[in-house]
């Protein structure tokens, strides 16, 4: 099984910084990542798919880059609705999903 | 627009099943596969399996292979899932997703709490 090791598991920044998040696969998935926003009690949101591509609708702050086995999100600017926890999401060639273990942004 | 409706709560005693719905609505229940995800309490999120509601055809994480059976019903636009042996482990949110053309989840349900305990 392919694993994904997502950091750091907790971050602490204020509004403004900018954040970066980063998601390492064992083996390469080319560019079969995704990143996900959940808040407490909501279901996930996607917000970037095949590595780098924005999904309708999510501001422009966040951005993904990278291929192969490192992966990172980054938000330029951290906006008070940005505290959430985050997670990346491999899709790989065996047909099978996985989550990384999530990271959550909180305020400083 | 897009909506997956998921049923209510649930709360079974260790060794017994549980039967969770996920209603789509507005596209074509065929043309997209659902996954079904969970979230234990203050843990992460955990691929459970797919099920192409087209054919029926489905695929378990490893992990729950033997215990669950993923299904449909195209007339009610509906796909169940079915978790069975349950223990105090199994206790989590679990969500259905429909996937978009780009291997990810695009639409998620609301969730079922489904809690195991004596």
Not at chain 1, 69 to 85: C, G, H, K, V, Y
Not at chain 2, 50 to 56: E, K, L, R
């Amino acid at each position: 099984d392919i694993q994904m090791t997502q950091s750091p598991s907790t971050l602490s920044a204020s509004a403004g910084d900018r954040v970066t998040i980063t998601c390492r696969a064992s083996q390469s998935i080319s560019d079969w990542l995704a990143w996900y926003q959940q808040k407490p009690g909501k279901a996930p949101k996607l917000l970037i798919y095949r590595a780098s591509n924005l999904e309708s609708g999510v501001p422009s702050r966040f951005s993904g880059s990278g291929s192969g086995t490192e992966f990172t999100l980054t938000i330029r600017s951290l906006q008070p609705d940005d505290f959430a926890t985050y997670y990346c999401q491999q899709y790989n060639s065996y047909g099978s999903w996985m989550f990384g273990q999530g990271t959550k942004v909180e305020i400083k | 627009q897009v909506q997956l409706v998921q049923s209510g709560t649930e709360v079974k005693k260790p060794g017994a099943s549980v039967k969770l719905s996920c209603k789509a609505s507005g596209y074509t229940v065929t043309n997209y596969h659902i996954h079904w995800v969970r979230q234990a309490p203050g843990q992460g999120l955990e691929w459970m399996g797919i099920i192409n509601p087209s054919g029926g055809s489905t695929d378990y994480a490893q992990k729950f292979q033997g215990r669950v059976t993923m299904t449909r019903d195209l007339p009610t636009n509906t796909v169940y899932m079915e978790l069975s042996s349950l223990r105090s482990e199994d206790t989590a949110v679990y969500y259905c997703a429909r996937e978009v053309a780009t291997r990810t989840f695009g639409f998620w349900g609301q969730g079922t709490l489904v809690t195991v305990s004596p």
